[in-house]
């Protein structure tokens, strides 16, 4: 994974994340705190992400990140649409909106 562009919400924790993947996947990527990724915001960032063709990670918080994938997959509470604690997600832009391509989990050992 090579994103062109890091956006973050600007909260230390966001920021962190985001920067561990800035150093490990692309130092040459544009790297910046972005509007509309609070944990109490609405998914109005995908706005942003609608005339978009870069590939962009987002390091955000809960639950925002649980209502923006909910609100990019059109089934906002469904199973699928859910963003997993402490994890990743990857979507595409295809010709009909968004599609969920895979995602990373951790597991909890206890």
């Not at 956006?7 to 790297?31: D, I, M, V």
């Not at 990857?90 to 909890?108: I, N, T, Y």
Request: net charge neutral.
């Amino acid at each position: 994974m090579r994103p062109a562009a890091i956006w973050h919400s600007g909260k230390l924790r966001a920021r962190q994340t985001a920067e561990a993947y800035w150093r490990a996947c692309n130092p040459l990527a544009e790297f910046s705190a972005a509007r509309w990724m609070q944990p109490g915001d609405p998914p109005r960032i995908a706005d942003l992400l609608l005339g978009e063709t870069r590939d962009i990670l987002l390091a955000g918080h809960m639950p925002h990140l649980d209502r923006l994938l909910g609100h990019l997959l059109g089934g906002p509470g469904s199973s699928t649409a859910r963003f997993p604690l402490n994890g990743l997600v990857v979507v595409e832009q295809v010709e009909s909106g968004w599609e969920a391509r895979w995602r990373l989990e951790a597991v909890s050992t206890e």
